[in-house]
């Protein structure tokens, strides 16, 4: 801390020694002539070059160019006192006394005891952390930074770090991450699902044409990808063909497996346009009755409960932790998700590419919240 403030008196020394010097040359520099006359000088240089340029008619230009000869005329009559320069004294003071200022708030509502915290060293805690999917994800993005330092080759270390980009809410960031990706392994489906999911984040959940490329070749590469059938089935849908979309939505939800999570959302969206002919400017409210939804929340509720089961008796499934973690997430069981969450980080510690997929998992809202604007991979 003691280094902060030998900087701040350094700073704070050279830049009162400036105004010194500038206020004590203020009477040296000020000249014989009204400073006036320059100013009109130049509104008449002003007045001729809009003139030539065609923007200002020759009357007016006769006219304003009379008036400011009048005052030019006058001003020049007129002998202006010059400036007087400060006391040194009073200057070096007044400059003095916004460090002692500053230093006295500090010690009134500030933390002096505070140790330093540089970057590196915080760095370096989060990376040797115990737990590392305790990171909140701008951290775990900061850890992953270092990684993919280390294994510039790896993919999968680049689809790591653009998934914690995606939960840190970073989608500029998340998509340069897929790209450089996929500049080492362009045929793998889900770094385009990544990237076409973090264009669409960009532009506020509109599948636009970067995005709409990105899934279609997720799509080409994997022909059952449900999230770039998704996306692209909303794009549809948002772009006027309701039917179409709707239709897609329908199959991908016959393809999901009874256990996932993404049926519910995916059924309550498809109630809300079946019965509204387009999407909601928000989210996807509660199901009416009647309306129709492929699954309701009795049979979700039953299918995430036969996930945990399964889980416990087989917990080698980092895939079921994060489908668990997020379904968790749309019923709004927060207490279970957290408790499930606690046991996948624990039993995949040592796994950056589940620790990330977790933390994006664990940041899942209520069906009921405004959905995201791709299915998750």
Not at 23 to 29: L, R
Not at 123 to 129: F, K, T, Y
Not at 176 to 200: F, K, N
Not at 354 to 368: F, G
């Amino acid at each position: 801390m003691i280094w902060l403030w030998i900087a701040a008196a350094l700073v704070s020394a050279g830049l009162a020694a400036l105004v010194v010097r500038r206020a004590a040359g203020a009477a040296v520099a000020a000249s014989d002539e009204n400073p006036a006359l320059s100013v009109y000088r130049r509104q008449m240089a002003e007045l001729d070059d809009l003139a030539d340029r065609g923007l200002l008619a020759e009357g007016e230009r006769r006219a304003v160019r009379a008036e400011t000869g009048r005052r030019l005329l006058a001003a020049a009559g007129r002998q202006e006192p010059p400036l007087k320069a400060a006391k040194p004294g009073v200057v070096l003071a007044a400059a003095a006394a916004a460090p002692m200022l500053a230093l006295v708030v500090y010690v009134a509502i500030g933390a002096p005891g505070l140790a330093d915290q540089p970057f590196a060293k915080r760095l370096a805690e989060w990376r040797a952390s115990p737990d590392p999917a305790a990171l909140s994800p701008p951290q775990m993005a900061a850890v992953l930074t270092q990684v993919v330092k280390e294994r510039p080759t790896d993919p999968d270390a680049r689809r790591a770090f653009a998934l914690a980009e995606l939960a840190s809410d970073q989608p500029l960031e998340a998509a340069q991450a897929a790209q450089r990706a996929l500049a080492l392994d362009p045929r793998r489906a889900d770094l385009w699902e990544i990237l076409g999911e973090a264009d669409a984040m960009a532009a506020n959940g509109d599948i636009g044409p970067d995005a709409q490329a990105a899934f279609q070749k997720a799509l080409a590469l994997d022909p059952t990808s449900a999230a770039a059938r998704y996306a692209l089935a909303r794009a549809r849908i948002l772009r006027g063909d309701v039917a179409g979309g709707l239709a897609e939505w329908r199959a991908v939800e016959a393809s999901l497996a009874p256990d996932d999570p993404r049926r519910d959302t995916l059924g309550r969206e498809i109630a809300y346009v079946t019965t509204h002919g387009a999407l909601p400017a928000a989210g996807i409210p509660e199901t009416p009755a009647g309306a129709g939804a492929a699954v309701g929340p009795p049979q979700i509720q039953a299918m995430v409960d036969g996930l945990a089961a399964r889980l416990k008796t087989n917990p080698e499934d980092p895939d079921g932790w994060v489908r668990l973690v997020r379904a968790y997430g749309v019923l709004g069981e927060t207490d279970r998700q957290a408790a499930a969450l606690a046991q996948a980080r624990q039993r995949y510690a040592g796994h950056a590419d589940v620790l990330a997929a977790l933390a994006a998992a664990a940041n899942v809202r209520p069906a009921s919240a405004p959905p995201p604007a791709a299915a998750p991979g």
